[in-house]
């Protein structure tokens, strides 16, 4: 007892009596890490505690027991003395005990029968965790001699009162299933009784189980389905997760593909606005006899996949990073491609998350990014690497930002890759050049920058950079040889000095497939690679085998006997392939008395032409498993994976979701069965819902009164959460309006609000409603106040271009000249120095924006004025001229909708009101493409018809120009080099080879100004300005000589408008 006592005390964190021996806590600690310990007395002091009759010492006991198990320590052999408590009176003590018993249960299953009475009673405990606990461990025991036991526990646990205890209950059933498979019948009915369950803590669990034992049984979710929905934003996190993978799947099943239908969609607005207004009329009369309708009915949501939309929504929100996956995942295979941009901030949320975390999210960003490029080009700068990531890391966020590369960022991402280049990370910078590659074959623009890029790394000291650069040029260069002949020749002189084999043997290939461009060079690289053929990697020996056989073919005088000296070589070597290859191309090219049939076509065979390389994403075709599930991340189908199902063709019947509920008290009180209709559908959808809709639910109830007892529950309910539903003082505002109409209404809606939840977006909307009754005094007020907020919040804000800033039509006006004025004081960092000038020429041509054949009469045309414009000074001015060809007046010409890509702002022009008959107008309209070069899409209305129309500017008049020195100009010309640097030689007609021409000619191109020349009898002329959106310096070069060779040079950070520009020079220089 002595020693009992102390060990006891020295645990409680007691003070010892110095008279104890030293040793003694030691030798018996059941968690020393003593490896040559004695365990003739293991655990003998906690047997005896166990043994006692003190609650106490029973309870410090179990308390160091369950210590150990959490430190991973055995503590198997003390299940005899432990399972012995479970008949204990002490609640705590009881707890324990079962949380040791569901350990170990499984390892000592004869000793844990024993007690299986004792289990039994424990399920008809006062206490529910004791009933959880004792169901926990019943389900524990993997005997099948109990599986009848265990059913039966299950099945009354299902009816229990506390959730806490269905919870448990749910959790058994996949154990018991493991166990038993042949228990599946029964266990259906066990897992839809629990479906039915209306509280947040058993949703979770029991789909668990229903994913474990019957995934494919989707019609015990269709009752349930609306239920789901609304509980989920109240489940515990990783029930959230198995709910919303799993409606993930139904889904996939139930409801048509929204993105496919928009498609059709889409194609009936085009036909829509480009028909005759007469047209339209005989179409919806004749619509109910055309055979085709279905096909060209316009797509509408359903109501439940709009409500499963809003339902995880919020839930983008979340704290844990697995259910904003899973919601991101969801949106990404269910959504209309619209609404699918919510999704993006959120996961770039999860970036600062732990590393792996951001393998995950990359890994589903990188797939995404594959097919929705732009859904994530705005968050460019968080996929930029950081020095403290790691290499996975790394290569994921560069084939990210590979995949969301664009005319409008490509500048951007080529000067981080370029950063990326000196990296001390050998497989970082390897994957950043065949990035570069890639951003090359995709991007046209910038070919030519990406190209000179890569030459200037092939002189790098880093052998490993070289020979990247070298595999990437040759799958550029197949893209188009012709006009990189320079480069082959380049890296045939490069062929010594490279050792990487991969190098080598791509100069060989490039050498050998277009020798005739450099005949003289490629003789002699055969001849050097001969001399040391034995030497060479295999890869290497190939390519030297077939750069012979070509160059016998194109100049058999020089080669012949230089070829058949390396198939002697070859003939001997270590290698089987290389001898095979030997022997087949003897026989192919040299034939012997008889001939080979083959040899006549060897020609066609070694020198067809080889199509180029397409340079893909690896993720690309990578969204056909479920995004964020394993299969996923290892590319490979895992077990236990369910494929996501394709869309029905045909939409299944929706009916099948309804929920009829018996309301037996309503024929028992006649008088109150107005209000208690509302109170029952509101519990039934809002039980552990928002307030968003408790609020939706009351107000259907109220306007429809009692007649709402004849319409389906679950469709108004549906409706209603959707936001959609108005009162009856909106009807005359949209009598026509349908279901379908309020379905777009609501997706066009939601799409345009993505930081905002639901519920915050809909309750004032729902608010406004009662207070457009009043109409005097203060209450009139409100309403105008109220009544554009609601209707604010129910416009799509995606279809509207963002406000124009500096300018607005109520005074916000600049004159011309007070504009230039302003331009010259708010000049960036960039172009300190300089100051904005007036153009050097003044455009007189006109492009057609309007045929009057395809606009019942009106004409119009379109001019770039390089003046300042009155509405920004980022804008392009655009002069617009309207001409009334037709036999009538026509009335209100203004500015429509207008479609913009991101970045781009539009200023309207000034309402016409009247055109008389052969009357001219002309109105001014701004335009701030953004630096780029994608063309401003519109509609031009008059009282009776809409235009669309597009105005693309040239990429000159996109520029503005700037007066500069010629020491400025170098300096500034020398910050921009390697891929911000585009060149093209020239060969000017005689007739045009002089200054007055030159500068002429480009002016006439490009709004730039000329910079005045230290020596002026030198040709070269350099011109200088910026860009209108972003004051980007634009410089360009252009060198002639007496003969009118010369060469055109543009030094700009946006690399397309560089390279676009000396396209535009070049051909307007040579131009006869």
């Not at 972003?1030 to 010369?1046: A, R």
Request: with cysteine; glycine share 4%.
């Amino acid at each position: 007892m002595a020693h009992h006592s102390s060990d006891q005390r020295s645990y409680a964190n007691e003070k010892t009596p110095s008279t104890a021996p030293a040793d003694t806590d030691t030798a018996s600690d059941p968690a020393s890490g003593g490896f040559f310990a004695a365990d003739y007395k293991k655990h003998e002091d906690l047997k005896s505690m166990l043994d006692g009759s003190k609650d106490s010492l029973k309870l410090e006991a179990m308390k160091r027991i369950i210590g150990m198990i959490a430190k991973g320590k055995d503590a198997s052999d003390l299940f005899a003395a432990v399972v012995k408590n479970v008949v204990s009176k002490n609640i705590e003590i009881k707890k324990l005990v079962y949380v040791y018993l569901v350990r170990y249960a499984e390892e000592q299953q004869d000793l844990a029968l024993l007690s299986i009475s004792t289990f039994q009673k424990a399920l008809k405990d006062p206490n529910q965790l004791i009933r959880a606990s004792a169901l926990r461990v019943l389900s524990s025991i993997r005997v099948p001699m109990i599986v009848p036991i265990m059913m039966l526990a299950i099945k009354e646990s299902v009816n229990d009162m506390s959730p806490y205890v269905r919870k448990t209950a749910a959790h058994a059933i996949p154990k018991l299933y493991s166990l038993d498979p042949e228990q599946k019948d029964q266990l259906i009915e066990v897992i839809e009784k629990l479906l039915a369950d209306k509280t947040t803590l058993v949703a979770g669990s029991v789909v668990n189980a229903f994913e474990e034992v019957c995934p494919d049984r989707i019609d015990l979710i269709h009752k349930n389905f609306r239920k789901l929905c609304n509980l989920l934003i109240d489940v515990e996190e990783w029930g959230q997760i198995v709910i919303i993978n799993m409606l993930t799947r139904y889904s996939r099943t139930q409801f048509l593909d929204p993105n496919k239908a928009d498609m059709i969609q889409e194609e009936n607005e085009k036909s829509f606005y480009g028909s005759d207004s007469d047209k339209e009329v005989e179409e919806e009369e004749d619509a109910d006899k055309e055979k085709d309708e279905p096909v060209k009915k316009p797509y509408v949501m359903d109501t439940d996949h709009r409500l499963l939309l809003r339902s995880v929504k919020p839930l983008l929100q979340s704290r844990n990073s697995a259910v904003v996956m899973a919601v991101a995942q969801m949106y990404h295979h269910l959504a209309p491609k619209n609404e699918v941009g919510v999704i993006a901030k959120p996961l770039v949320r999860l970036l600062r998350s732990h590393r792996e975390v951001q393998s995950i999210v990359l890994s589903n960003i990188a797939t995404m990014s594959a097919k929705r490029r732009g859904m994530f080009e705005p968050f460019l700068k968080s996929f930029f690497v950081r020095s403290s990531d790691p290499t996975h890391i790394r290569l994921l966020k560069l084939e990210i930002l590979t995949n969301i590369a664009g005319e409008t960022s490509i500048a951007t991402i080529l000067r981080e890759l370029q950063t990326y280049v000196t990296s001390s990370d050998k497989d970082f910078v390897a994957a950043t050049i065949q990035a570069i590659g890639r951003c090359a074959s995709n991007i046209s623009e910038v070919t030519d920058s990406c190209m000179n890029g890569l030459m200037g790394l092939m002189s790098n000291r880093d052998e490993a950079v070289v020979a990247e650069s070298v595999v990437v040029i040759k799958k550029l260069l197949q893209m188009n040889p012709t006009e990189h002949k320079e480069i082959i020749r380049h890296m045939a002189k490069l062929a010594d000095a490279i050792t990487v084999p991969m190098a080598r043997a791509s100069i060989l290939w490039l050498i050998g497939e277009y020798s005739d461009r450099v005949p003289k060079i490629a003789p002699d690289v055969l001849r050097k690679m001969a001399k040391d053929f034995t030497n060479e990697e295999d890869i290497v020996k190939m390519q030297i085998l077939n750069l012979g056989a070509k160059l016998f073919l194109t100049n058999s005088k020089q080669t012949k006997l230089l070829f058949q000296y390396v198939l002697n070589l070859a003939k001997y070597d270590q290698n089987y392939d290389i001898r095979d290859r030997a022997r087949f191309l003897r026989q192919l090219i040299f034939p012997g008395e008889k001939g080979g049939a083959l040899s006549k076509h060897a020609k066609k065979i070694f020198l067809s032409p080889k199509p180029a390389p397409v340079l893909e994403s690896v993720f690309k075709d990578r969204d056909h498993f479920q995004l964020g599930s394993l299969s996923h991340i290892i590319n490979s189908k895992a077990m236990g994976y369910i494929e996501l199902p394709n869309f029905p063709e045909e939409l299944p019947d929706p009916s099948v979701r309804n929920v009829e509920e018996v309301r037996s008290w309503v024929s028992n009180d006649r008088p109150t069965s107005k209000k208690k209709p509302t109170r029952k559908n509101k519990s039934f959808y809002s039980s552990s819902s928002s307030e968003a809709e408790e609020l939706s639910g009351s107000d259907v109830s109220s306007s429809e009164g009692s007649d709402s007892d004849s319409k389906s529950d679950s469709s108004s309910e549906s409706e209603d959460s959707d936001g959609t539903s108005s009162s009856e003082s909106d009807e005359s505002s949209s009598s026509s309006s349908s279901d379908a109409t309020s379905s777009d209404s609501d997706s066009s809606s939601s799409a345009s609000s993505s930081d905002e939840s639901d519920s915050d977006s809909d309750v004032p909307v729902k608010k406004a409603t009662p207070k457009s009754t009043p109409s005097k005094g203060k209450a009139s007020k409100k309403k105008k106040e109220n009544q554009p907020a609601s209707n604010v919040q129910l416009l799509n804000f995606d279809d509207f271009g963002p406000p124009v800033q500096g300018g607005g039509i109520g005074g916000g006006m600049l004159t011309p000249a007070l504009a230039t004025d302003l331009q010259g004081l708010s000049i960036s960092n960039k172009s300190q120095g300089m100051t904005v000038s007036s153009a050097m020429f003044t455009p007189t041509q006109t492009y057609e924006l309007l045929n009057r054949m395809n606009s019942q009469g009106l004409a119009a045309t379109y001019r770039f004025t390089r003046n300042a414009c009155m509405y920004s000074t980022t804008m392009v001015s655009v002069e617009l001229n309207f001409t009334n060809s037709s036999d009538a007046v026509i009335q209100t010409i203004k500015l429509g909708e207008s479609k913009l890509s991101s970045g781009m702002k539009l200023h309207e022009f000034p309402e016409v009101t009247n055109l008389g008959v052969g009357k001219s107008v002309s109105v001014t309209l701004g335009i701030d493409y953004g630096d780029t070069t994608q063309p401003a899409n519109f509609e031009i209305c008059t009282e009776t018809r809409k235009f669309s129309v597009s105005i693309k500017a040239p990429v000159g008049e996109l520029l503005q120009p700037i007066s500069m020195n010629e020491s400025d100009f170098l300096l500034q010309q020398s910050k921009l080099t390697g891929m911000n640097e585009n060149s093209d030689n020239i060969t000017i007609p005689e007739a045009d080879n002089t200054e007055k021409k030159i500068i002429a000619k480009v002016a006439e191109v490009a709004n730039v100004q000329i910079v005045p020349a230290s020596d002026p009898q030198l040709m070269t002329f350099r011109f200088a300005a910026k860009t209108l959106s972003k004051g980007v310096v634009v410089l360009v070069t252009v060198k002639s000589s007496s003969d009118g060779k010369g060469k055109i040079t543009s030094n700009c950070e946006k690399m397309v408008i560089g390279s676009m520009l000396v396209k535009d020079i070049k051909k307007i220089l040579v131009k006869v």
